[in-house]
């Protein structure tokens, strides 16, 4: 291309530089030799979040940034595809720095940019054929403590939430488990208890998106004799007081009502409890551990979620990532869960390469628990001693997939959408129609219309 054009090409891109910017999925961020942030995408805004004025200032973009983006400023070397993860997002992302050079070869500035590490991710490769390779026997991980061996994987992330979870393990700090459903956060909660101090002592653990709001309260506090009509002559222990000096476990804490919240606050600032129609004040030693797959900072700002007890409940957070971000675990588990099934019910079975290879490229929007019930699934269905991709339930693909080989007829979109999202509160909900309208957040009225609308009957 003849210089004049290639300049005034240059030119073109230089005005829209902003806007090409803007359309990229990556974070970017542009600092000077000063190592003062001069530019930032809008993806960078989204993810990381700015000050006012709408530009982060120096030392916002982390430790991890400052660092890299300090080394490529004075090293002038370029670094690629740098793995780490986030555990401020419970994200893990590939970064690479790329030095920017005058004409004297002096580095001026220095760009970062970030990328979920699932666009780079490569397949997992075998060393051998999956018909000769052992299936793996528990957790290999030698200086992690016995507590953990439930927890099967070896992936950099999971084993970060391990490290946090024997730390945090040595205190009677409370904590918060984030991640998307069938993540595992009940075998952290319960790993986190038999690796602390009050391993000897119960382990409670209650669900609190599966009790109705009416006995909620009774459940948790219990309940004094002749509190209500019906209740035991002996009156009832709640679950609070059974987890004494142990460790009790709050799963699916976005669940609960603001009113029961209320009771819930009082009772982790005080430390004591009171019955159901009783006026005794019990004091109570306990840890807690809660968890959620709910965007509570969301729920926070529409007041779903009293912020009180969401600073009381989230003093050390430990996010776990999901099974589609570590590969490689998704191998160790399908074995795992191969080696169990397969003693259950007295069958001697391989995994196919096509078959494991088609597991790790599947989007497992269900995690663990998702991959356990296809490998059950395939291990009664197998005709011999090969599980091969036939034999793998693999069938559901998350929604997105769907709708992006889906008509372009935006009300066939929309009601195929709406049908599946119906469906999943529903499955949720154990068919509760009641839990699923508060899932939902719709009338009755308009549930039963949808309902009838889509055959869901």
Same mark, same amino acid.
């Given at each position: 291309?003849?210089?004049?054009?290639?300049?005034? =090409?240059?030119?073109?891109? +230089?005005?829209?530089?902003? *806007?090409?910017?803007?359309?990229?999925?990556? #974070?970017?961020?542009?600092?000077?030799?000063?190592?003062?942030?001069?530019?930032?995408?809008?993806?960078?805004?989204?993810?990381?979040?700015?000050?006012?004025?709408?530009?982060?200032?120096?030392?916002?973009?982390?430790?991890?940034?400052?660092?890299?983006?300090? +080394?490529?400023?004075?090293?002038?070397?370029?670094?690629?595809?740098?793995?780490?993860?986030?555990?401020?997002?419970?994200?893990?992302?590939?970064?690479?720095?790329?030095?920017?050079?005058?004409?004297?070869?002096?580095?001026?500035?220095?760009?970062?940019?970030?990328?979920?590490?699932?666009?780079?991710?490569?397949?997992?490769?075998?060393?051998? #054929?999956?018909?000769? &390779?052992?299936?793996?026997?528990?957790?290999?991980?030698?200086?992690?403590?016995?507590?953990?061996?439930?927890?099967?994987?070896?992936?950099?992330? %999971?084993?970060?939430?391990?490290?946090?979870?024997?730390?945090?393990?040595?205190?009677?700090? *409370?904590?918060?488990?984030?991640? +998307?459903?069938?993540?595992?956060?009940?075998?952290?909660?319960?790993?986190?208890?038999?690796?602390?101090?009050?391993?000897?002592?119960?382990?409670?653990?209650?669900? =609190?998106?599966?009790?109705?709001?009416?006995?909620?309260?009774?459940?948790?506090?219990?309940?004094?004799? !002749?509190?209500?009509?019906?209740?035991?002559?002996?009156?009832?222990?709640?679950?609070?007081?059974?987890?004494?000096?142990?460790?009790?476990?709050?799963?699916?804490?976005?669940?609960?009502?603001?009113?029961?919240?209320?009771?819930?606050?009082?009772?982790?600032?005080?430390?004591?409890?009171?019955?159901?129609?009783?006026?005794?004040?019990?004091?109570?030693?306990?840890?807690?551990? #809660?968890?959620?797959?709910?965007?509570?900072?969301?729920? %926070? &700002?529409? !007041?779903?979620?009293?912020?009180?007890?969401?600073?009381?409940?989230?003093?050390?957070?430990?996010?776990?990532?999901?099974?589609?971000?570590?590969?490689?675990?998704?191998?160790?588990?399908?074995?795992?869960?191969?080696?169990?099934?397969?003693?259950?019910?007295?069958?001697?079975?391989?995994?196919?390469?096509?078959?494991?290879?088609?597991?790790?490229?599947?989007?497992?929007?269900?995690?663990?628990?998702?991959?356990?019930?296809?490998?059950?699934?395939?291990?009664?269905? =197998?005709?011999?001693?090969?599980?091969?991709?036939?034999?793998?339930?693999?069938?559901?693909? =998350?929604?997105?997939?769907?709708?992006?080989?889906?008509?372009?007829?935006?009300?066939?979109?929309?009601?195929?959408? &709406?049908?599946?999202?119906?469906?999943?509160?529903?499955?949720?909900?154990?068919?509760?129609?009641?839990?699923?309208?508060?899932?939902? !957040?719709?009338?009755?009225?308009?549930?039963?219309?949808?309902?009838?609308?889509?055959?869901?009957?």
């Amino acid at each position: 291309m003849p210089y004049y054009q290639a300049n005034k =090409c240059w030119k073109t891109i +230089e005005k829209h530089f902003a *806007t090409i910017m803007d359309l990229l999925n990556d #974070t970017v961020i542009i600092i000077d030799k000063k190592g003062t942030i001069i530019y930032v995408n809008e993806e960078y805004k989204q993810q990381i979040g700015t000050k006012e004025g709408g530009m982060p200032n120096h030392g916002s973009y982390g430790n991890f940034f400052h660092d890299k983006l300090s +080394e490529t400023l004075h090293q002038g070397k370029t670094i690629k595809k740098k793995k780490y993860y986030d555990k401020e997002r419970g994200h893990s992302l590939t970064a690479s720095f790329l030095p920017i050079k005058d004409h004297d070869g002096e580095t001026i500035a220095a760009v970062g940019i970030t990328s979920p590490i699932s666009r780079h991710q490569p397949p997992f490769e075998h060393p051998h #054929t999956i018909k000769q &390779e052992k299936a793996p026997k528990g957790n290999t991980r030698k200086d992690l403590p016995p507590g953990l061996n439930n927890i099967i994987g070896k992936s950099p992330e %999971l084993i970060d939430c391990l490290r946090l979870s024997v730390q945090v393990a040595k205190s009677d700090a *409370t904590v918060m488990l984030r991640g +998307e459903t069938g993540v595992g956060k009940e075998l952290f909660a319960r790993a986190i208890h038999n690796t602390s101090n009050r391993h000897s002592f119960p382990f409670i653990a209650v669900n =609190c998106a599966a009790i109705p709001d009416n006995l909620i309260e009774s459940e948790l506090f219990g309940y004094a004799s !002749g509190a209500f009509t019906g209740a035991r002559t002996s009156g009832k222990m709640g679950k609070i007081e059974m987890a004494n000096k142990g460790t009790l476990f709050l799963d699916e804490i976005g669940d609960l009502s603001l009113n029961t919240q209320v009771k819930l606050l009082r009772f982790v600032q005080e430390r004591y409890i009171e019955k159901v129609g009783g006026n005794e004040q019990i004091p109570i030693d306990v840890r807690i551990i #809660t968890a959620t797959n709910r965007n509570l900072e969301q729920m %926070l &700002e529409r !007041g779903d979620f009293r912020t009180d007890l969401y600073y009381r409940l989230n003093v050390i957070p430990i996010h776990i990532p999901p099974l589609r971000e570590r590969p490689g675990d998704i191998t160790l588990l399908s074995h795992h869960f191969l080696d169990y099934y397969g003693k259950k019910y007295g069958r001697n079975l391989t995994f196919s390469r096509e078959a494991i290879e088609s597991l790790q490229g599947h989007p497992l929007p269900g995690n663990v628990r998702e991959l356990k019930n296809i490998i059950e699934h395939a291990v009664i269905l =197998c005709p011999d001693d090969t599980i091969r991709l036939q034999q793998l339930n693999l069938g559901v693909v =998350c929604q997105q997939e769907k709708l992006d080989h889906a008509s372009l007829d935006l009300n066939q979109a929309i009601a195929k959408t &709406e049908k599946t999202i119906i469906q999943r509160a529903l499955e949720k909900a154990v068919n509760n129609k009641s839990k699923a309208i508060k899932y939902l !957040g719709i009338s009755r009225g308009a549930f039963y219309s949808k309902i009838k609308k889509y055959n869901l009957i």
